[in-house]
């Protein structure tokens, strides 16, 4: 009879957590590996305020994302860099209505390793290391010794080009028409560029602000002629940092229901604390405890 008992019970309980969980709104986000960091924080936290609802992150790039959305397989984009045309395209023929959401802002960082003596580059030198038609093939070329760099040839380091940051890096840096040079070392995660550059003397590399560390330096940028501006919340928030750049949530038309209270609840002062404390400027100015 106990052993009966027992059974019911477990089913019963079974039952109770299957309707609970079938009973929860799941939010499926994907896309940016800048975002992803701040995007699995914000799902965490909303859990708390509103345990009715489940948000789904993963990484994989800005493209990834973006592509996903346009095939309606996930709710929520993330982007670090606007959607091309031939996205917008796409997603049109396939019936998706894409609408862009700002939801921070992040300094675009210039890594070096911490006995690199550069403290600043230009936007024409960066150019010069990362394009195509650079000349910059060693270290000193740019008027640099740095030790423990063999031959002082630059090791150039990179992203995947389904990368957001890669996209954003290569306009700003490059131009609209300009190309990456042949035989840049290009990783899946932005934390993966700023471990390379830590453990790799000849190295530069470029990669969101909230993956800096202890470890590594971050070159001061200057663009025409201008005085070099550092990396920082404040510079990405007023935009003088050279390679400053808004970080974007996509959906497919306005949102609405669960997803709307999500997006409202990232814009509200607690979800833009949150991405603060990882690193990003936020979209408004907010009073965090």
Request: proline share 3%; charged share 20%.
């Amino acid at each position: 009879m106990k052993s009966k008992l027992l059974i019911a019970a477990i089913i019963a309980t079974s039952t109770l957590i299957t309707l609970n969980a079938e009973a929860r709104t799941l939010i499926q986000n994907k896309g940016s590996d800048t975002l992803v960091n701040v995007a699995q924080a914000w799902a965490e936290k909303y859990r708390d305020a509103n345990p009715e609802v489940a948000v789904a992150v993963s990484g994989g790039g800005s493209g990834t994302g973006i592509a996903a959305m346009i095939n309606g397989t996930v709710d929520i984009a993330n982007a670090s860099r606007k959607m091309k045309k031939k996205e917008l395209k796409s997603a049109k023929k396939q019936g998706q209505n894409p609408v862009e959401h700002v939801v921070g802002y992040d300094a675009l960082a210039v890594y070096l390793h911490s006995d690199n003596p550069a403290k600043s580059l230009t936007i024409a030198q960066l150019a010069d290391i990362y394009g195509r038609k650079g000349k910059a093939k060693k270290w000193t070329d740019l008027g640099l010794n740095v030790p423990g760099c063999k031959g002082q040839k630059i090791i150039v380091v990179s992203r995947q080009n389904n990368s957001g940051t890669y996209v954003y890096f290569k306009k700003a840096v490059l131009g609209k028409k300009g190309k990456y040079r042949m035989g840049t070392l290009d990783m899946h995660g932005s934390k993966d560029v700023v471990d390379l550059v830590e453990n790799t003397p000849c190295a530069i590399g470029y990669s969101g602000l909230a993956y800096a560390t202890d470890h590594v330096k971050l070159a001061c940028i200057s663009s025409n002629g201008a005085a070099c501006v550092s990396p920082s919340v404040a510079t990405a928030s007023d935009g003088s940092y050279p390679v400053a750049r808004p970080l974007f949530m996509y959906t497919n038309g306005e949102p609405k229901g669960a997803i709307k209270g999500y997006l409202d609840w990232i814009n509200s002062d607690i979800g833009q604390c949150i991405i603060l404390n990882k690193g990003y400027a936020p979209i408004k100015k907010v009073s965090c405890k």
